[in-house]
């Protein structure tokens, strides 16, 4: 896999500093976090996915039902770039979308963010990520930036709003309300959360 990737890298002259600066990002944010105090991979069984959003795994492994939510994040970033900054290439605005992301991750999992979640949202025993979840986190960001450049701006809102559609019915909690929760908790939503 690896050695394929390389491959792809040296055909695609490119992509090389782009992937490399992504490389160094990712690695930073491993460091910060881990210096935050968030453990390498968590202690339970399993490490690519869960199904259950409320589950004990969930922020632990790779992916998780709110890895769509980090899909999102790209779409976005993915739309704002290309408004704001039009004459950069495309494997540059995806190191700027990852680069938000990269931070995005060492912001939540600081320790003030996590006791926010704590008291704002349904997230009542959230410990905050492992940095094998922040880093599933920022490759869906990423995998949600490039499906929005090869869709356009029509399908990517398409997508944008059915993924929304998709969370709230499956987990009761999607990107805007997670937003709505963090900046303006409501009770009566908090509740309905709870009652998953």
Partial sequence: MLTLALRLLVQNRKWIAPAVVIALMLITTAVVERSQGRLWK??????????????????????DPYSFTHVLHGVMFA??????VRNVTTQWRLVMAIGIEC?????????VVIQHYRQATAAVG?????ILNSLGDIFSCGIGF???????WRWGVAMFAA???MLTLWIRDSLLLEILMLIHPVNA???WQMAH
């Fill in 146 to 152: 490039l499906l929005a450049t090869k869709l356009g």
């Fill in 42 to 63: 968590s202690a339970g069984p399993g490490f690519f996915w869960t199904s259950d959003a409320w589950g004990p795994q969930t922020s632990q492994l790779f992916l």
């Fill in 79 to 84: 739309g704002l770039l290309t408004l704001l």
């Fill in 126 to 130: 959230y410990e905050g990520d492992t």
């Fill in 163 to 165: 993924v929304e559609l």
């Fill in 189 to 191: 939503i908090k509740v």
């Fill in 103 to 111: 931070t995005w991750e060492m912001i939540e999992n600081s320790n």
